[in-house]
């Protein structure tokens, strides 16, 4: 039987947080809004978020990775609701070209709406809170554009707000030729960074570059 069912150390009445809830906690803490984070490190920081419901069962002491991608799996199938990851668990493995691997999960927009709506009961719940340093890394890619001459034209006029291509990929240090899967990636970082920061502003400044850029090929 999953040891995972329960995570009765974490709370004193009746269970009120779902075992796939703690993974998009760590999913966020381990920075899955802006980047891929490997399916082990989701794993540990579910153990050190809730130990008895993510450990194995003969050795405790140990972080079960098992359950953890299973959650991540469904998570990614929409299971619980909408489609709240992408990615999936695979090998790291070495080839003539070096070190790739296939492994890696990323919020997305629907995963960072709903963590907006949850993370104030799971931090209530579990004691946890974001680690400091993916937070001010966030920040930091944040104000950097904050600070890029496209977004101060952007608010001295919205509606007349035209940029070239050369000045977004600029912006979002990708290559004007870039595959769409970079420029789409790029944007979803920032969106979700500029969501979970609160950062309405800079996030309507976001949607109105990627629903541009189309148009300036």
Avoid at 52 to 76: C, M
Avoid at 123 to 135: F, Q, W
Avoid at 147 to 162: C, D, G, I, M, V
Wanted: with cysteine.
């Amino acid at each position: 039987m999953r040891r995972a069912q329960s995570v009765n150390s974490l709370m004193t009445t009746e269970a009120t947080i779902r075992n796939w809830e703690i993974v998009m906690l760590a999913l966020q803490v381990e920075g899955a809004q802006s980047r891929r984070v490997h399916t082990e490190d989701v794993a540990l920081r579910c153990f050190r978020l809730a130990p008895d419901a993510f450990s194995w069962l003969k050795h405790p002491e140990y972080p079960d990775k098992e359950p953890v991608r299973k959650d991540l799996t469904r998570l990614r199938d929409g299971q619980y609701g909408e489609q709240f990851v992408r990615g999936r668990a695979g090998l790291t493995k070495k080839d003539e070209g070096g070190t790739a691997s296939t492994d890696g999960w990323q919020l997305t927009d629907a995963g960072v709406e709903w963590l907006l709506a949850n993370q104030g009961r799971l931090h209530h719940e579990i004691g946890a809170r974001p680690a400091r340093t993916n937070r001010q890394d966030d920040l930091k890619s944040l104000q950097r554009v904050r600070k890029h001459p496209l977004y101060t034209r952007y608010e001295e006029n919205p509606n007349s707000f035209a940029p070239a291509l050369g000045e977004l990929a600029e912006m979002l240090r990708c290559r004007v030729d870039s595959d769409e899967r970079i420029w789409s990636s790029r944007f979803a970082s920032l969106r979700n960074q500029a969501r979970l920061a609160g950062q309405t502003s800079l996030l309507a400044f976001l949607e109105r570059c990627e629903t541009i850029r189309p148009s300036l090929r």
